[in-house]
């Protein structure tokens, strides 16, 4: 029997423990948006380490994650020679620049430090990047292992619901499988989702993940008009727009825009996870940028 799935504040996982970041959050986007952290995971185990050289492989593995990130989204190595080695890697979320991931790479040494200390193994998930790294031989999971999620507290109405939805879940599988990038945001007859696998995975593999995402997702929040899923190599979100993406006149004076604080505070409703939050404002902004582009395109 496994052990059953959570969205509170600490899932425990015998070796591993993952903490969800929950609070109350302003509808207020910032640039750094995207460094707000998520959650963490961190091993039990502390690196026994009298010489130091844990430590300082650690150190360089971080420095050398950090200036990859200013190139491309997403990239993995390793520090150290063997017993001592430690493999890490980070990745951007697919609609963001190298600029913009190496703003959010760049954040979590000391955000690692800070939470997981000295932990042979750690994982810190910020609304648009994450980073890992483990001591060489330790224990692997499977690609689908669950880590979290985080469900809306409305439910949807009617009957079209789930049949937009399932539409728009097997869109995103298609995506991520056709694609070059692993990632993919899209709509469906109101239904915006967004999926995303870790770099290194197969086009096929990823298209394995992201299914036990959303079948994740079917089967724990059930109607929910919301969620986001955290496998451990990808992750999807949703949220669901019955009537249609609200729109505010902007004070820029350049006309009605899609409001997207105001439309995630609407779509999930009574949650309070501030990661979840954030990545679905982001995930929306992606999805009508490139809804944007596309229009652009046609003429």
């Keep these: 029997m496994g052990l059953p799935r959570k969205s509170l504040c600490i899932l425990s996982v015998s070796w591993f423990s993952v903490t969800i970041f929950l609070g109350s959050f302003s509808f207020v986007a910032t640039g750094a948006d995207y460094t707000t952290v998520v959650f963490k995971g961190c091993a039990d185990q502390k690196f026994q380490d009298p010489s130091g050289v844990y430590l300082q492989n650690l150190k360089n593995l971080m420095s050398t994650l950090v200036s990859q990130s200013s190139q491309k989204t997403f990239s993995t190595t390793t520090s150290g020679q063997d017993p001592n080695a430690i493999m ?72 079209d619901f789930e049949g937009r939805r399932e539409t728009a879940f097997n869109m995103t599988e298609d995506g991520v499988k056709s694609g070059k990038r692993l990632f993919y945001t899209g709509d469906y007859q109101s239904v915006y989702v967004l ?30 008009i919301s969620a986001q899923v955290y496998l451990h190599k990808c992750y999807i979100s949703y949220s669901y727009y019955p009537n249609g993406v609200p729109t505010v006149s902007s004070s820029s004076g350049t006309g009605t825009r899609q409001h997207t604080q105001k439309t995630v505070a609407i779509a999930v409703g009574g949650v309070a996870a501030l990661g979840f939050v954030v990545v679905c404002l982001m995930f929306l902004k992606a999805v009508l940028k490139k809804r944007s582009a596309s229009k652009h395109e046609g003429y």
């Excluded at 999926?195 to 089967?219: H, I, P, R, Y």
């Design 195 to 224: 999926g995303q696998c870790e770099g290194d995975l197969a086009n096929s593999d990823c298209g394995d993940c992201v299914k036990s995402a959303f079948e994740t997702a079917k089967d724990d929040c059930g109607d929910s």
């Design 88 to 159: 890490g890697l980070y990745q951007c979320r697919g609609d963001l620049t190298t600029s913009q991931c190496y703003s959010c790479v760049s954040k979590l040494p000391e955000i690692s430090d800070k939470l997981c200390g000295k932990a042979v193994a750690a994982r810190v998930q910020l609304s648009g990047c994450y980073l890992r790294y483990e001591i060489v031989g330790f224990k692997q999971v499977p690609e689908t292992e669950f880590l979290y999620k985080v469900c809306g507290s409305a439910q949807a109405s009617g009957t």
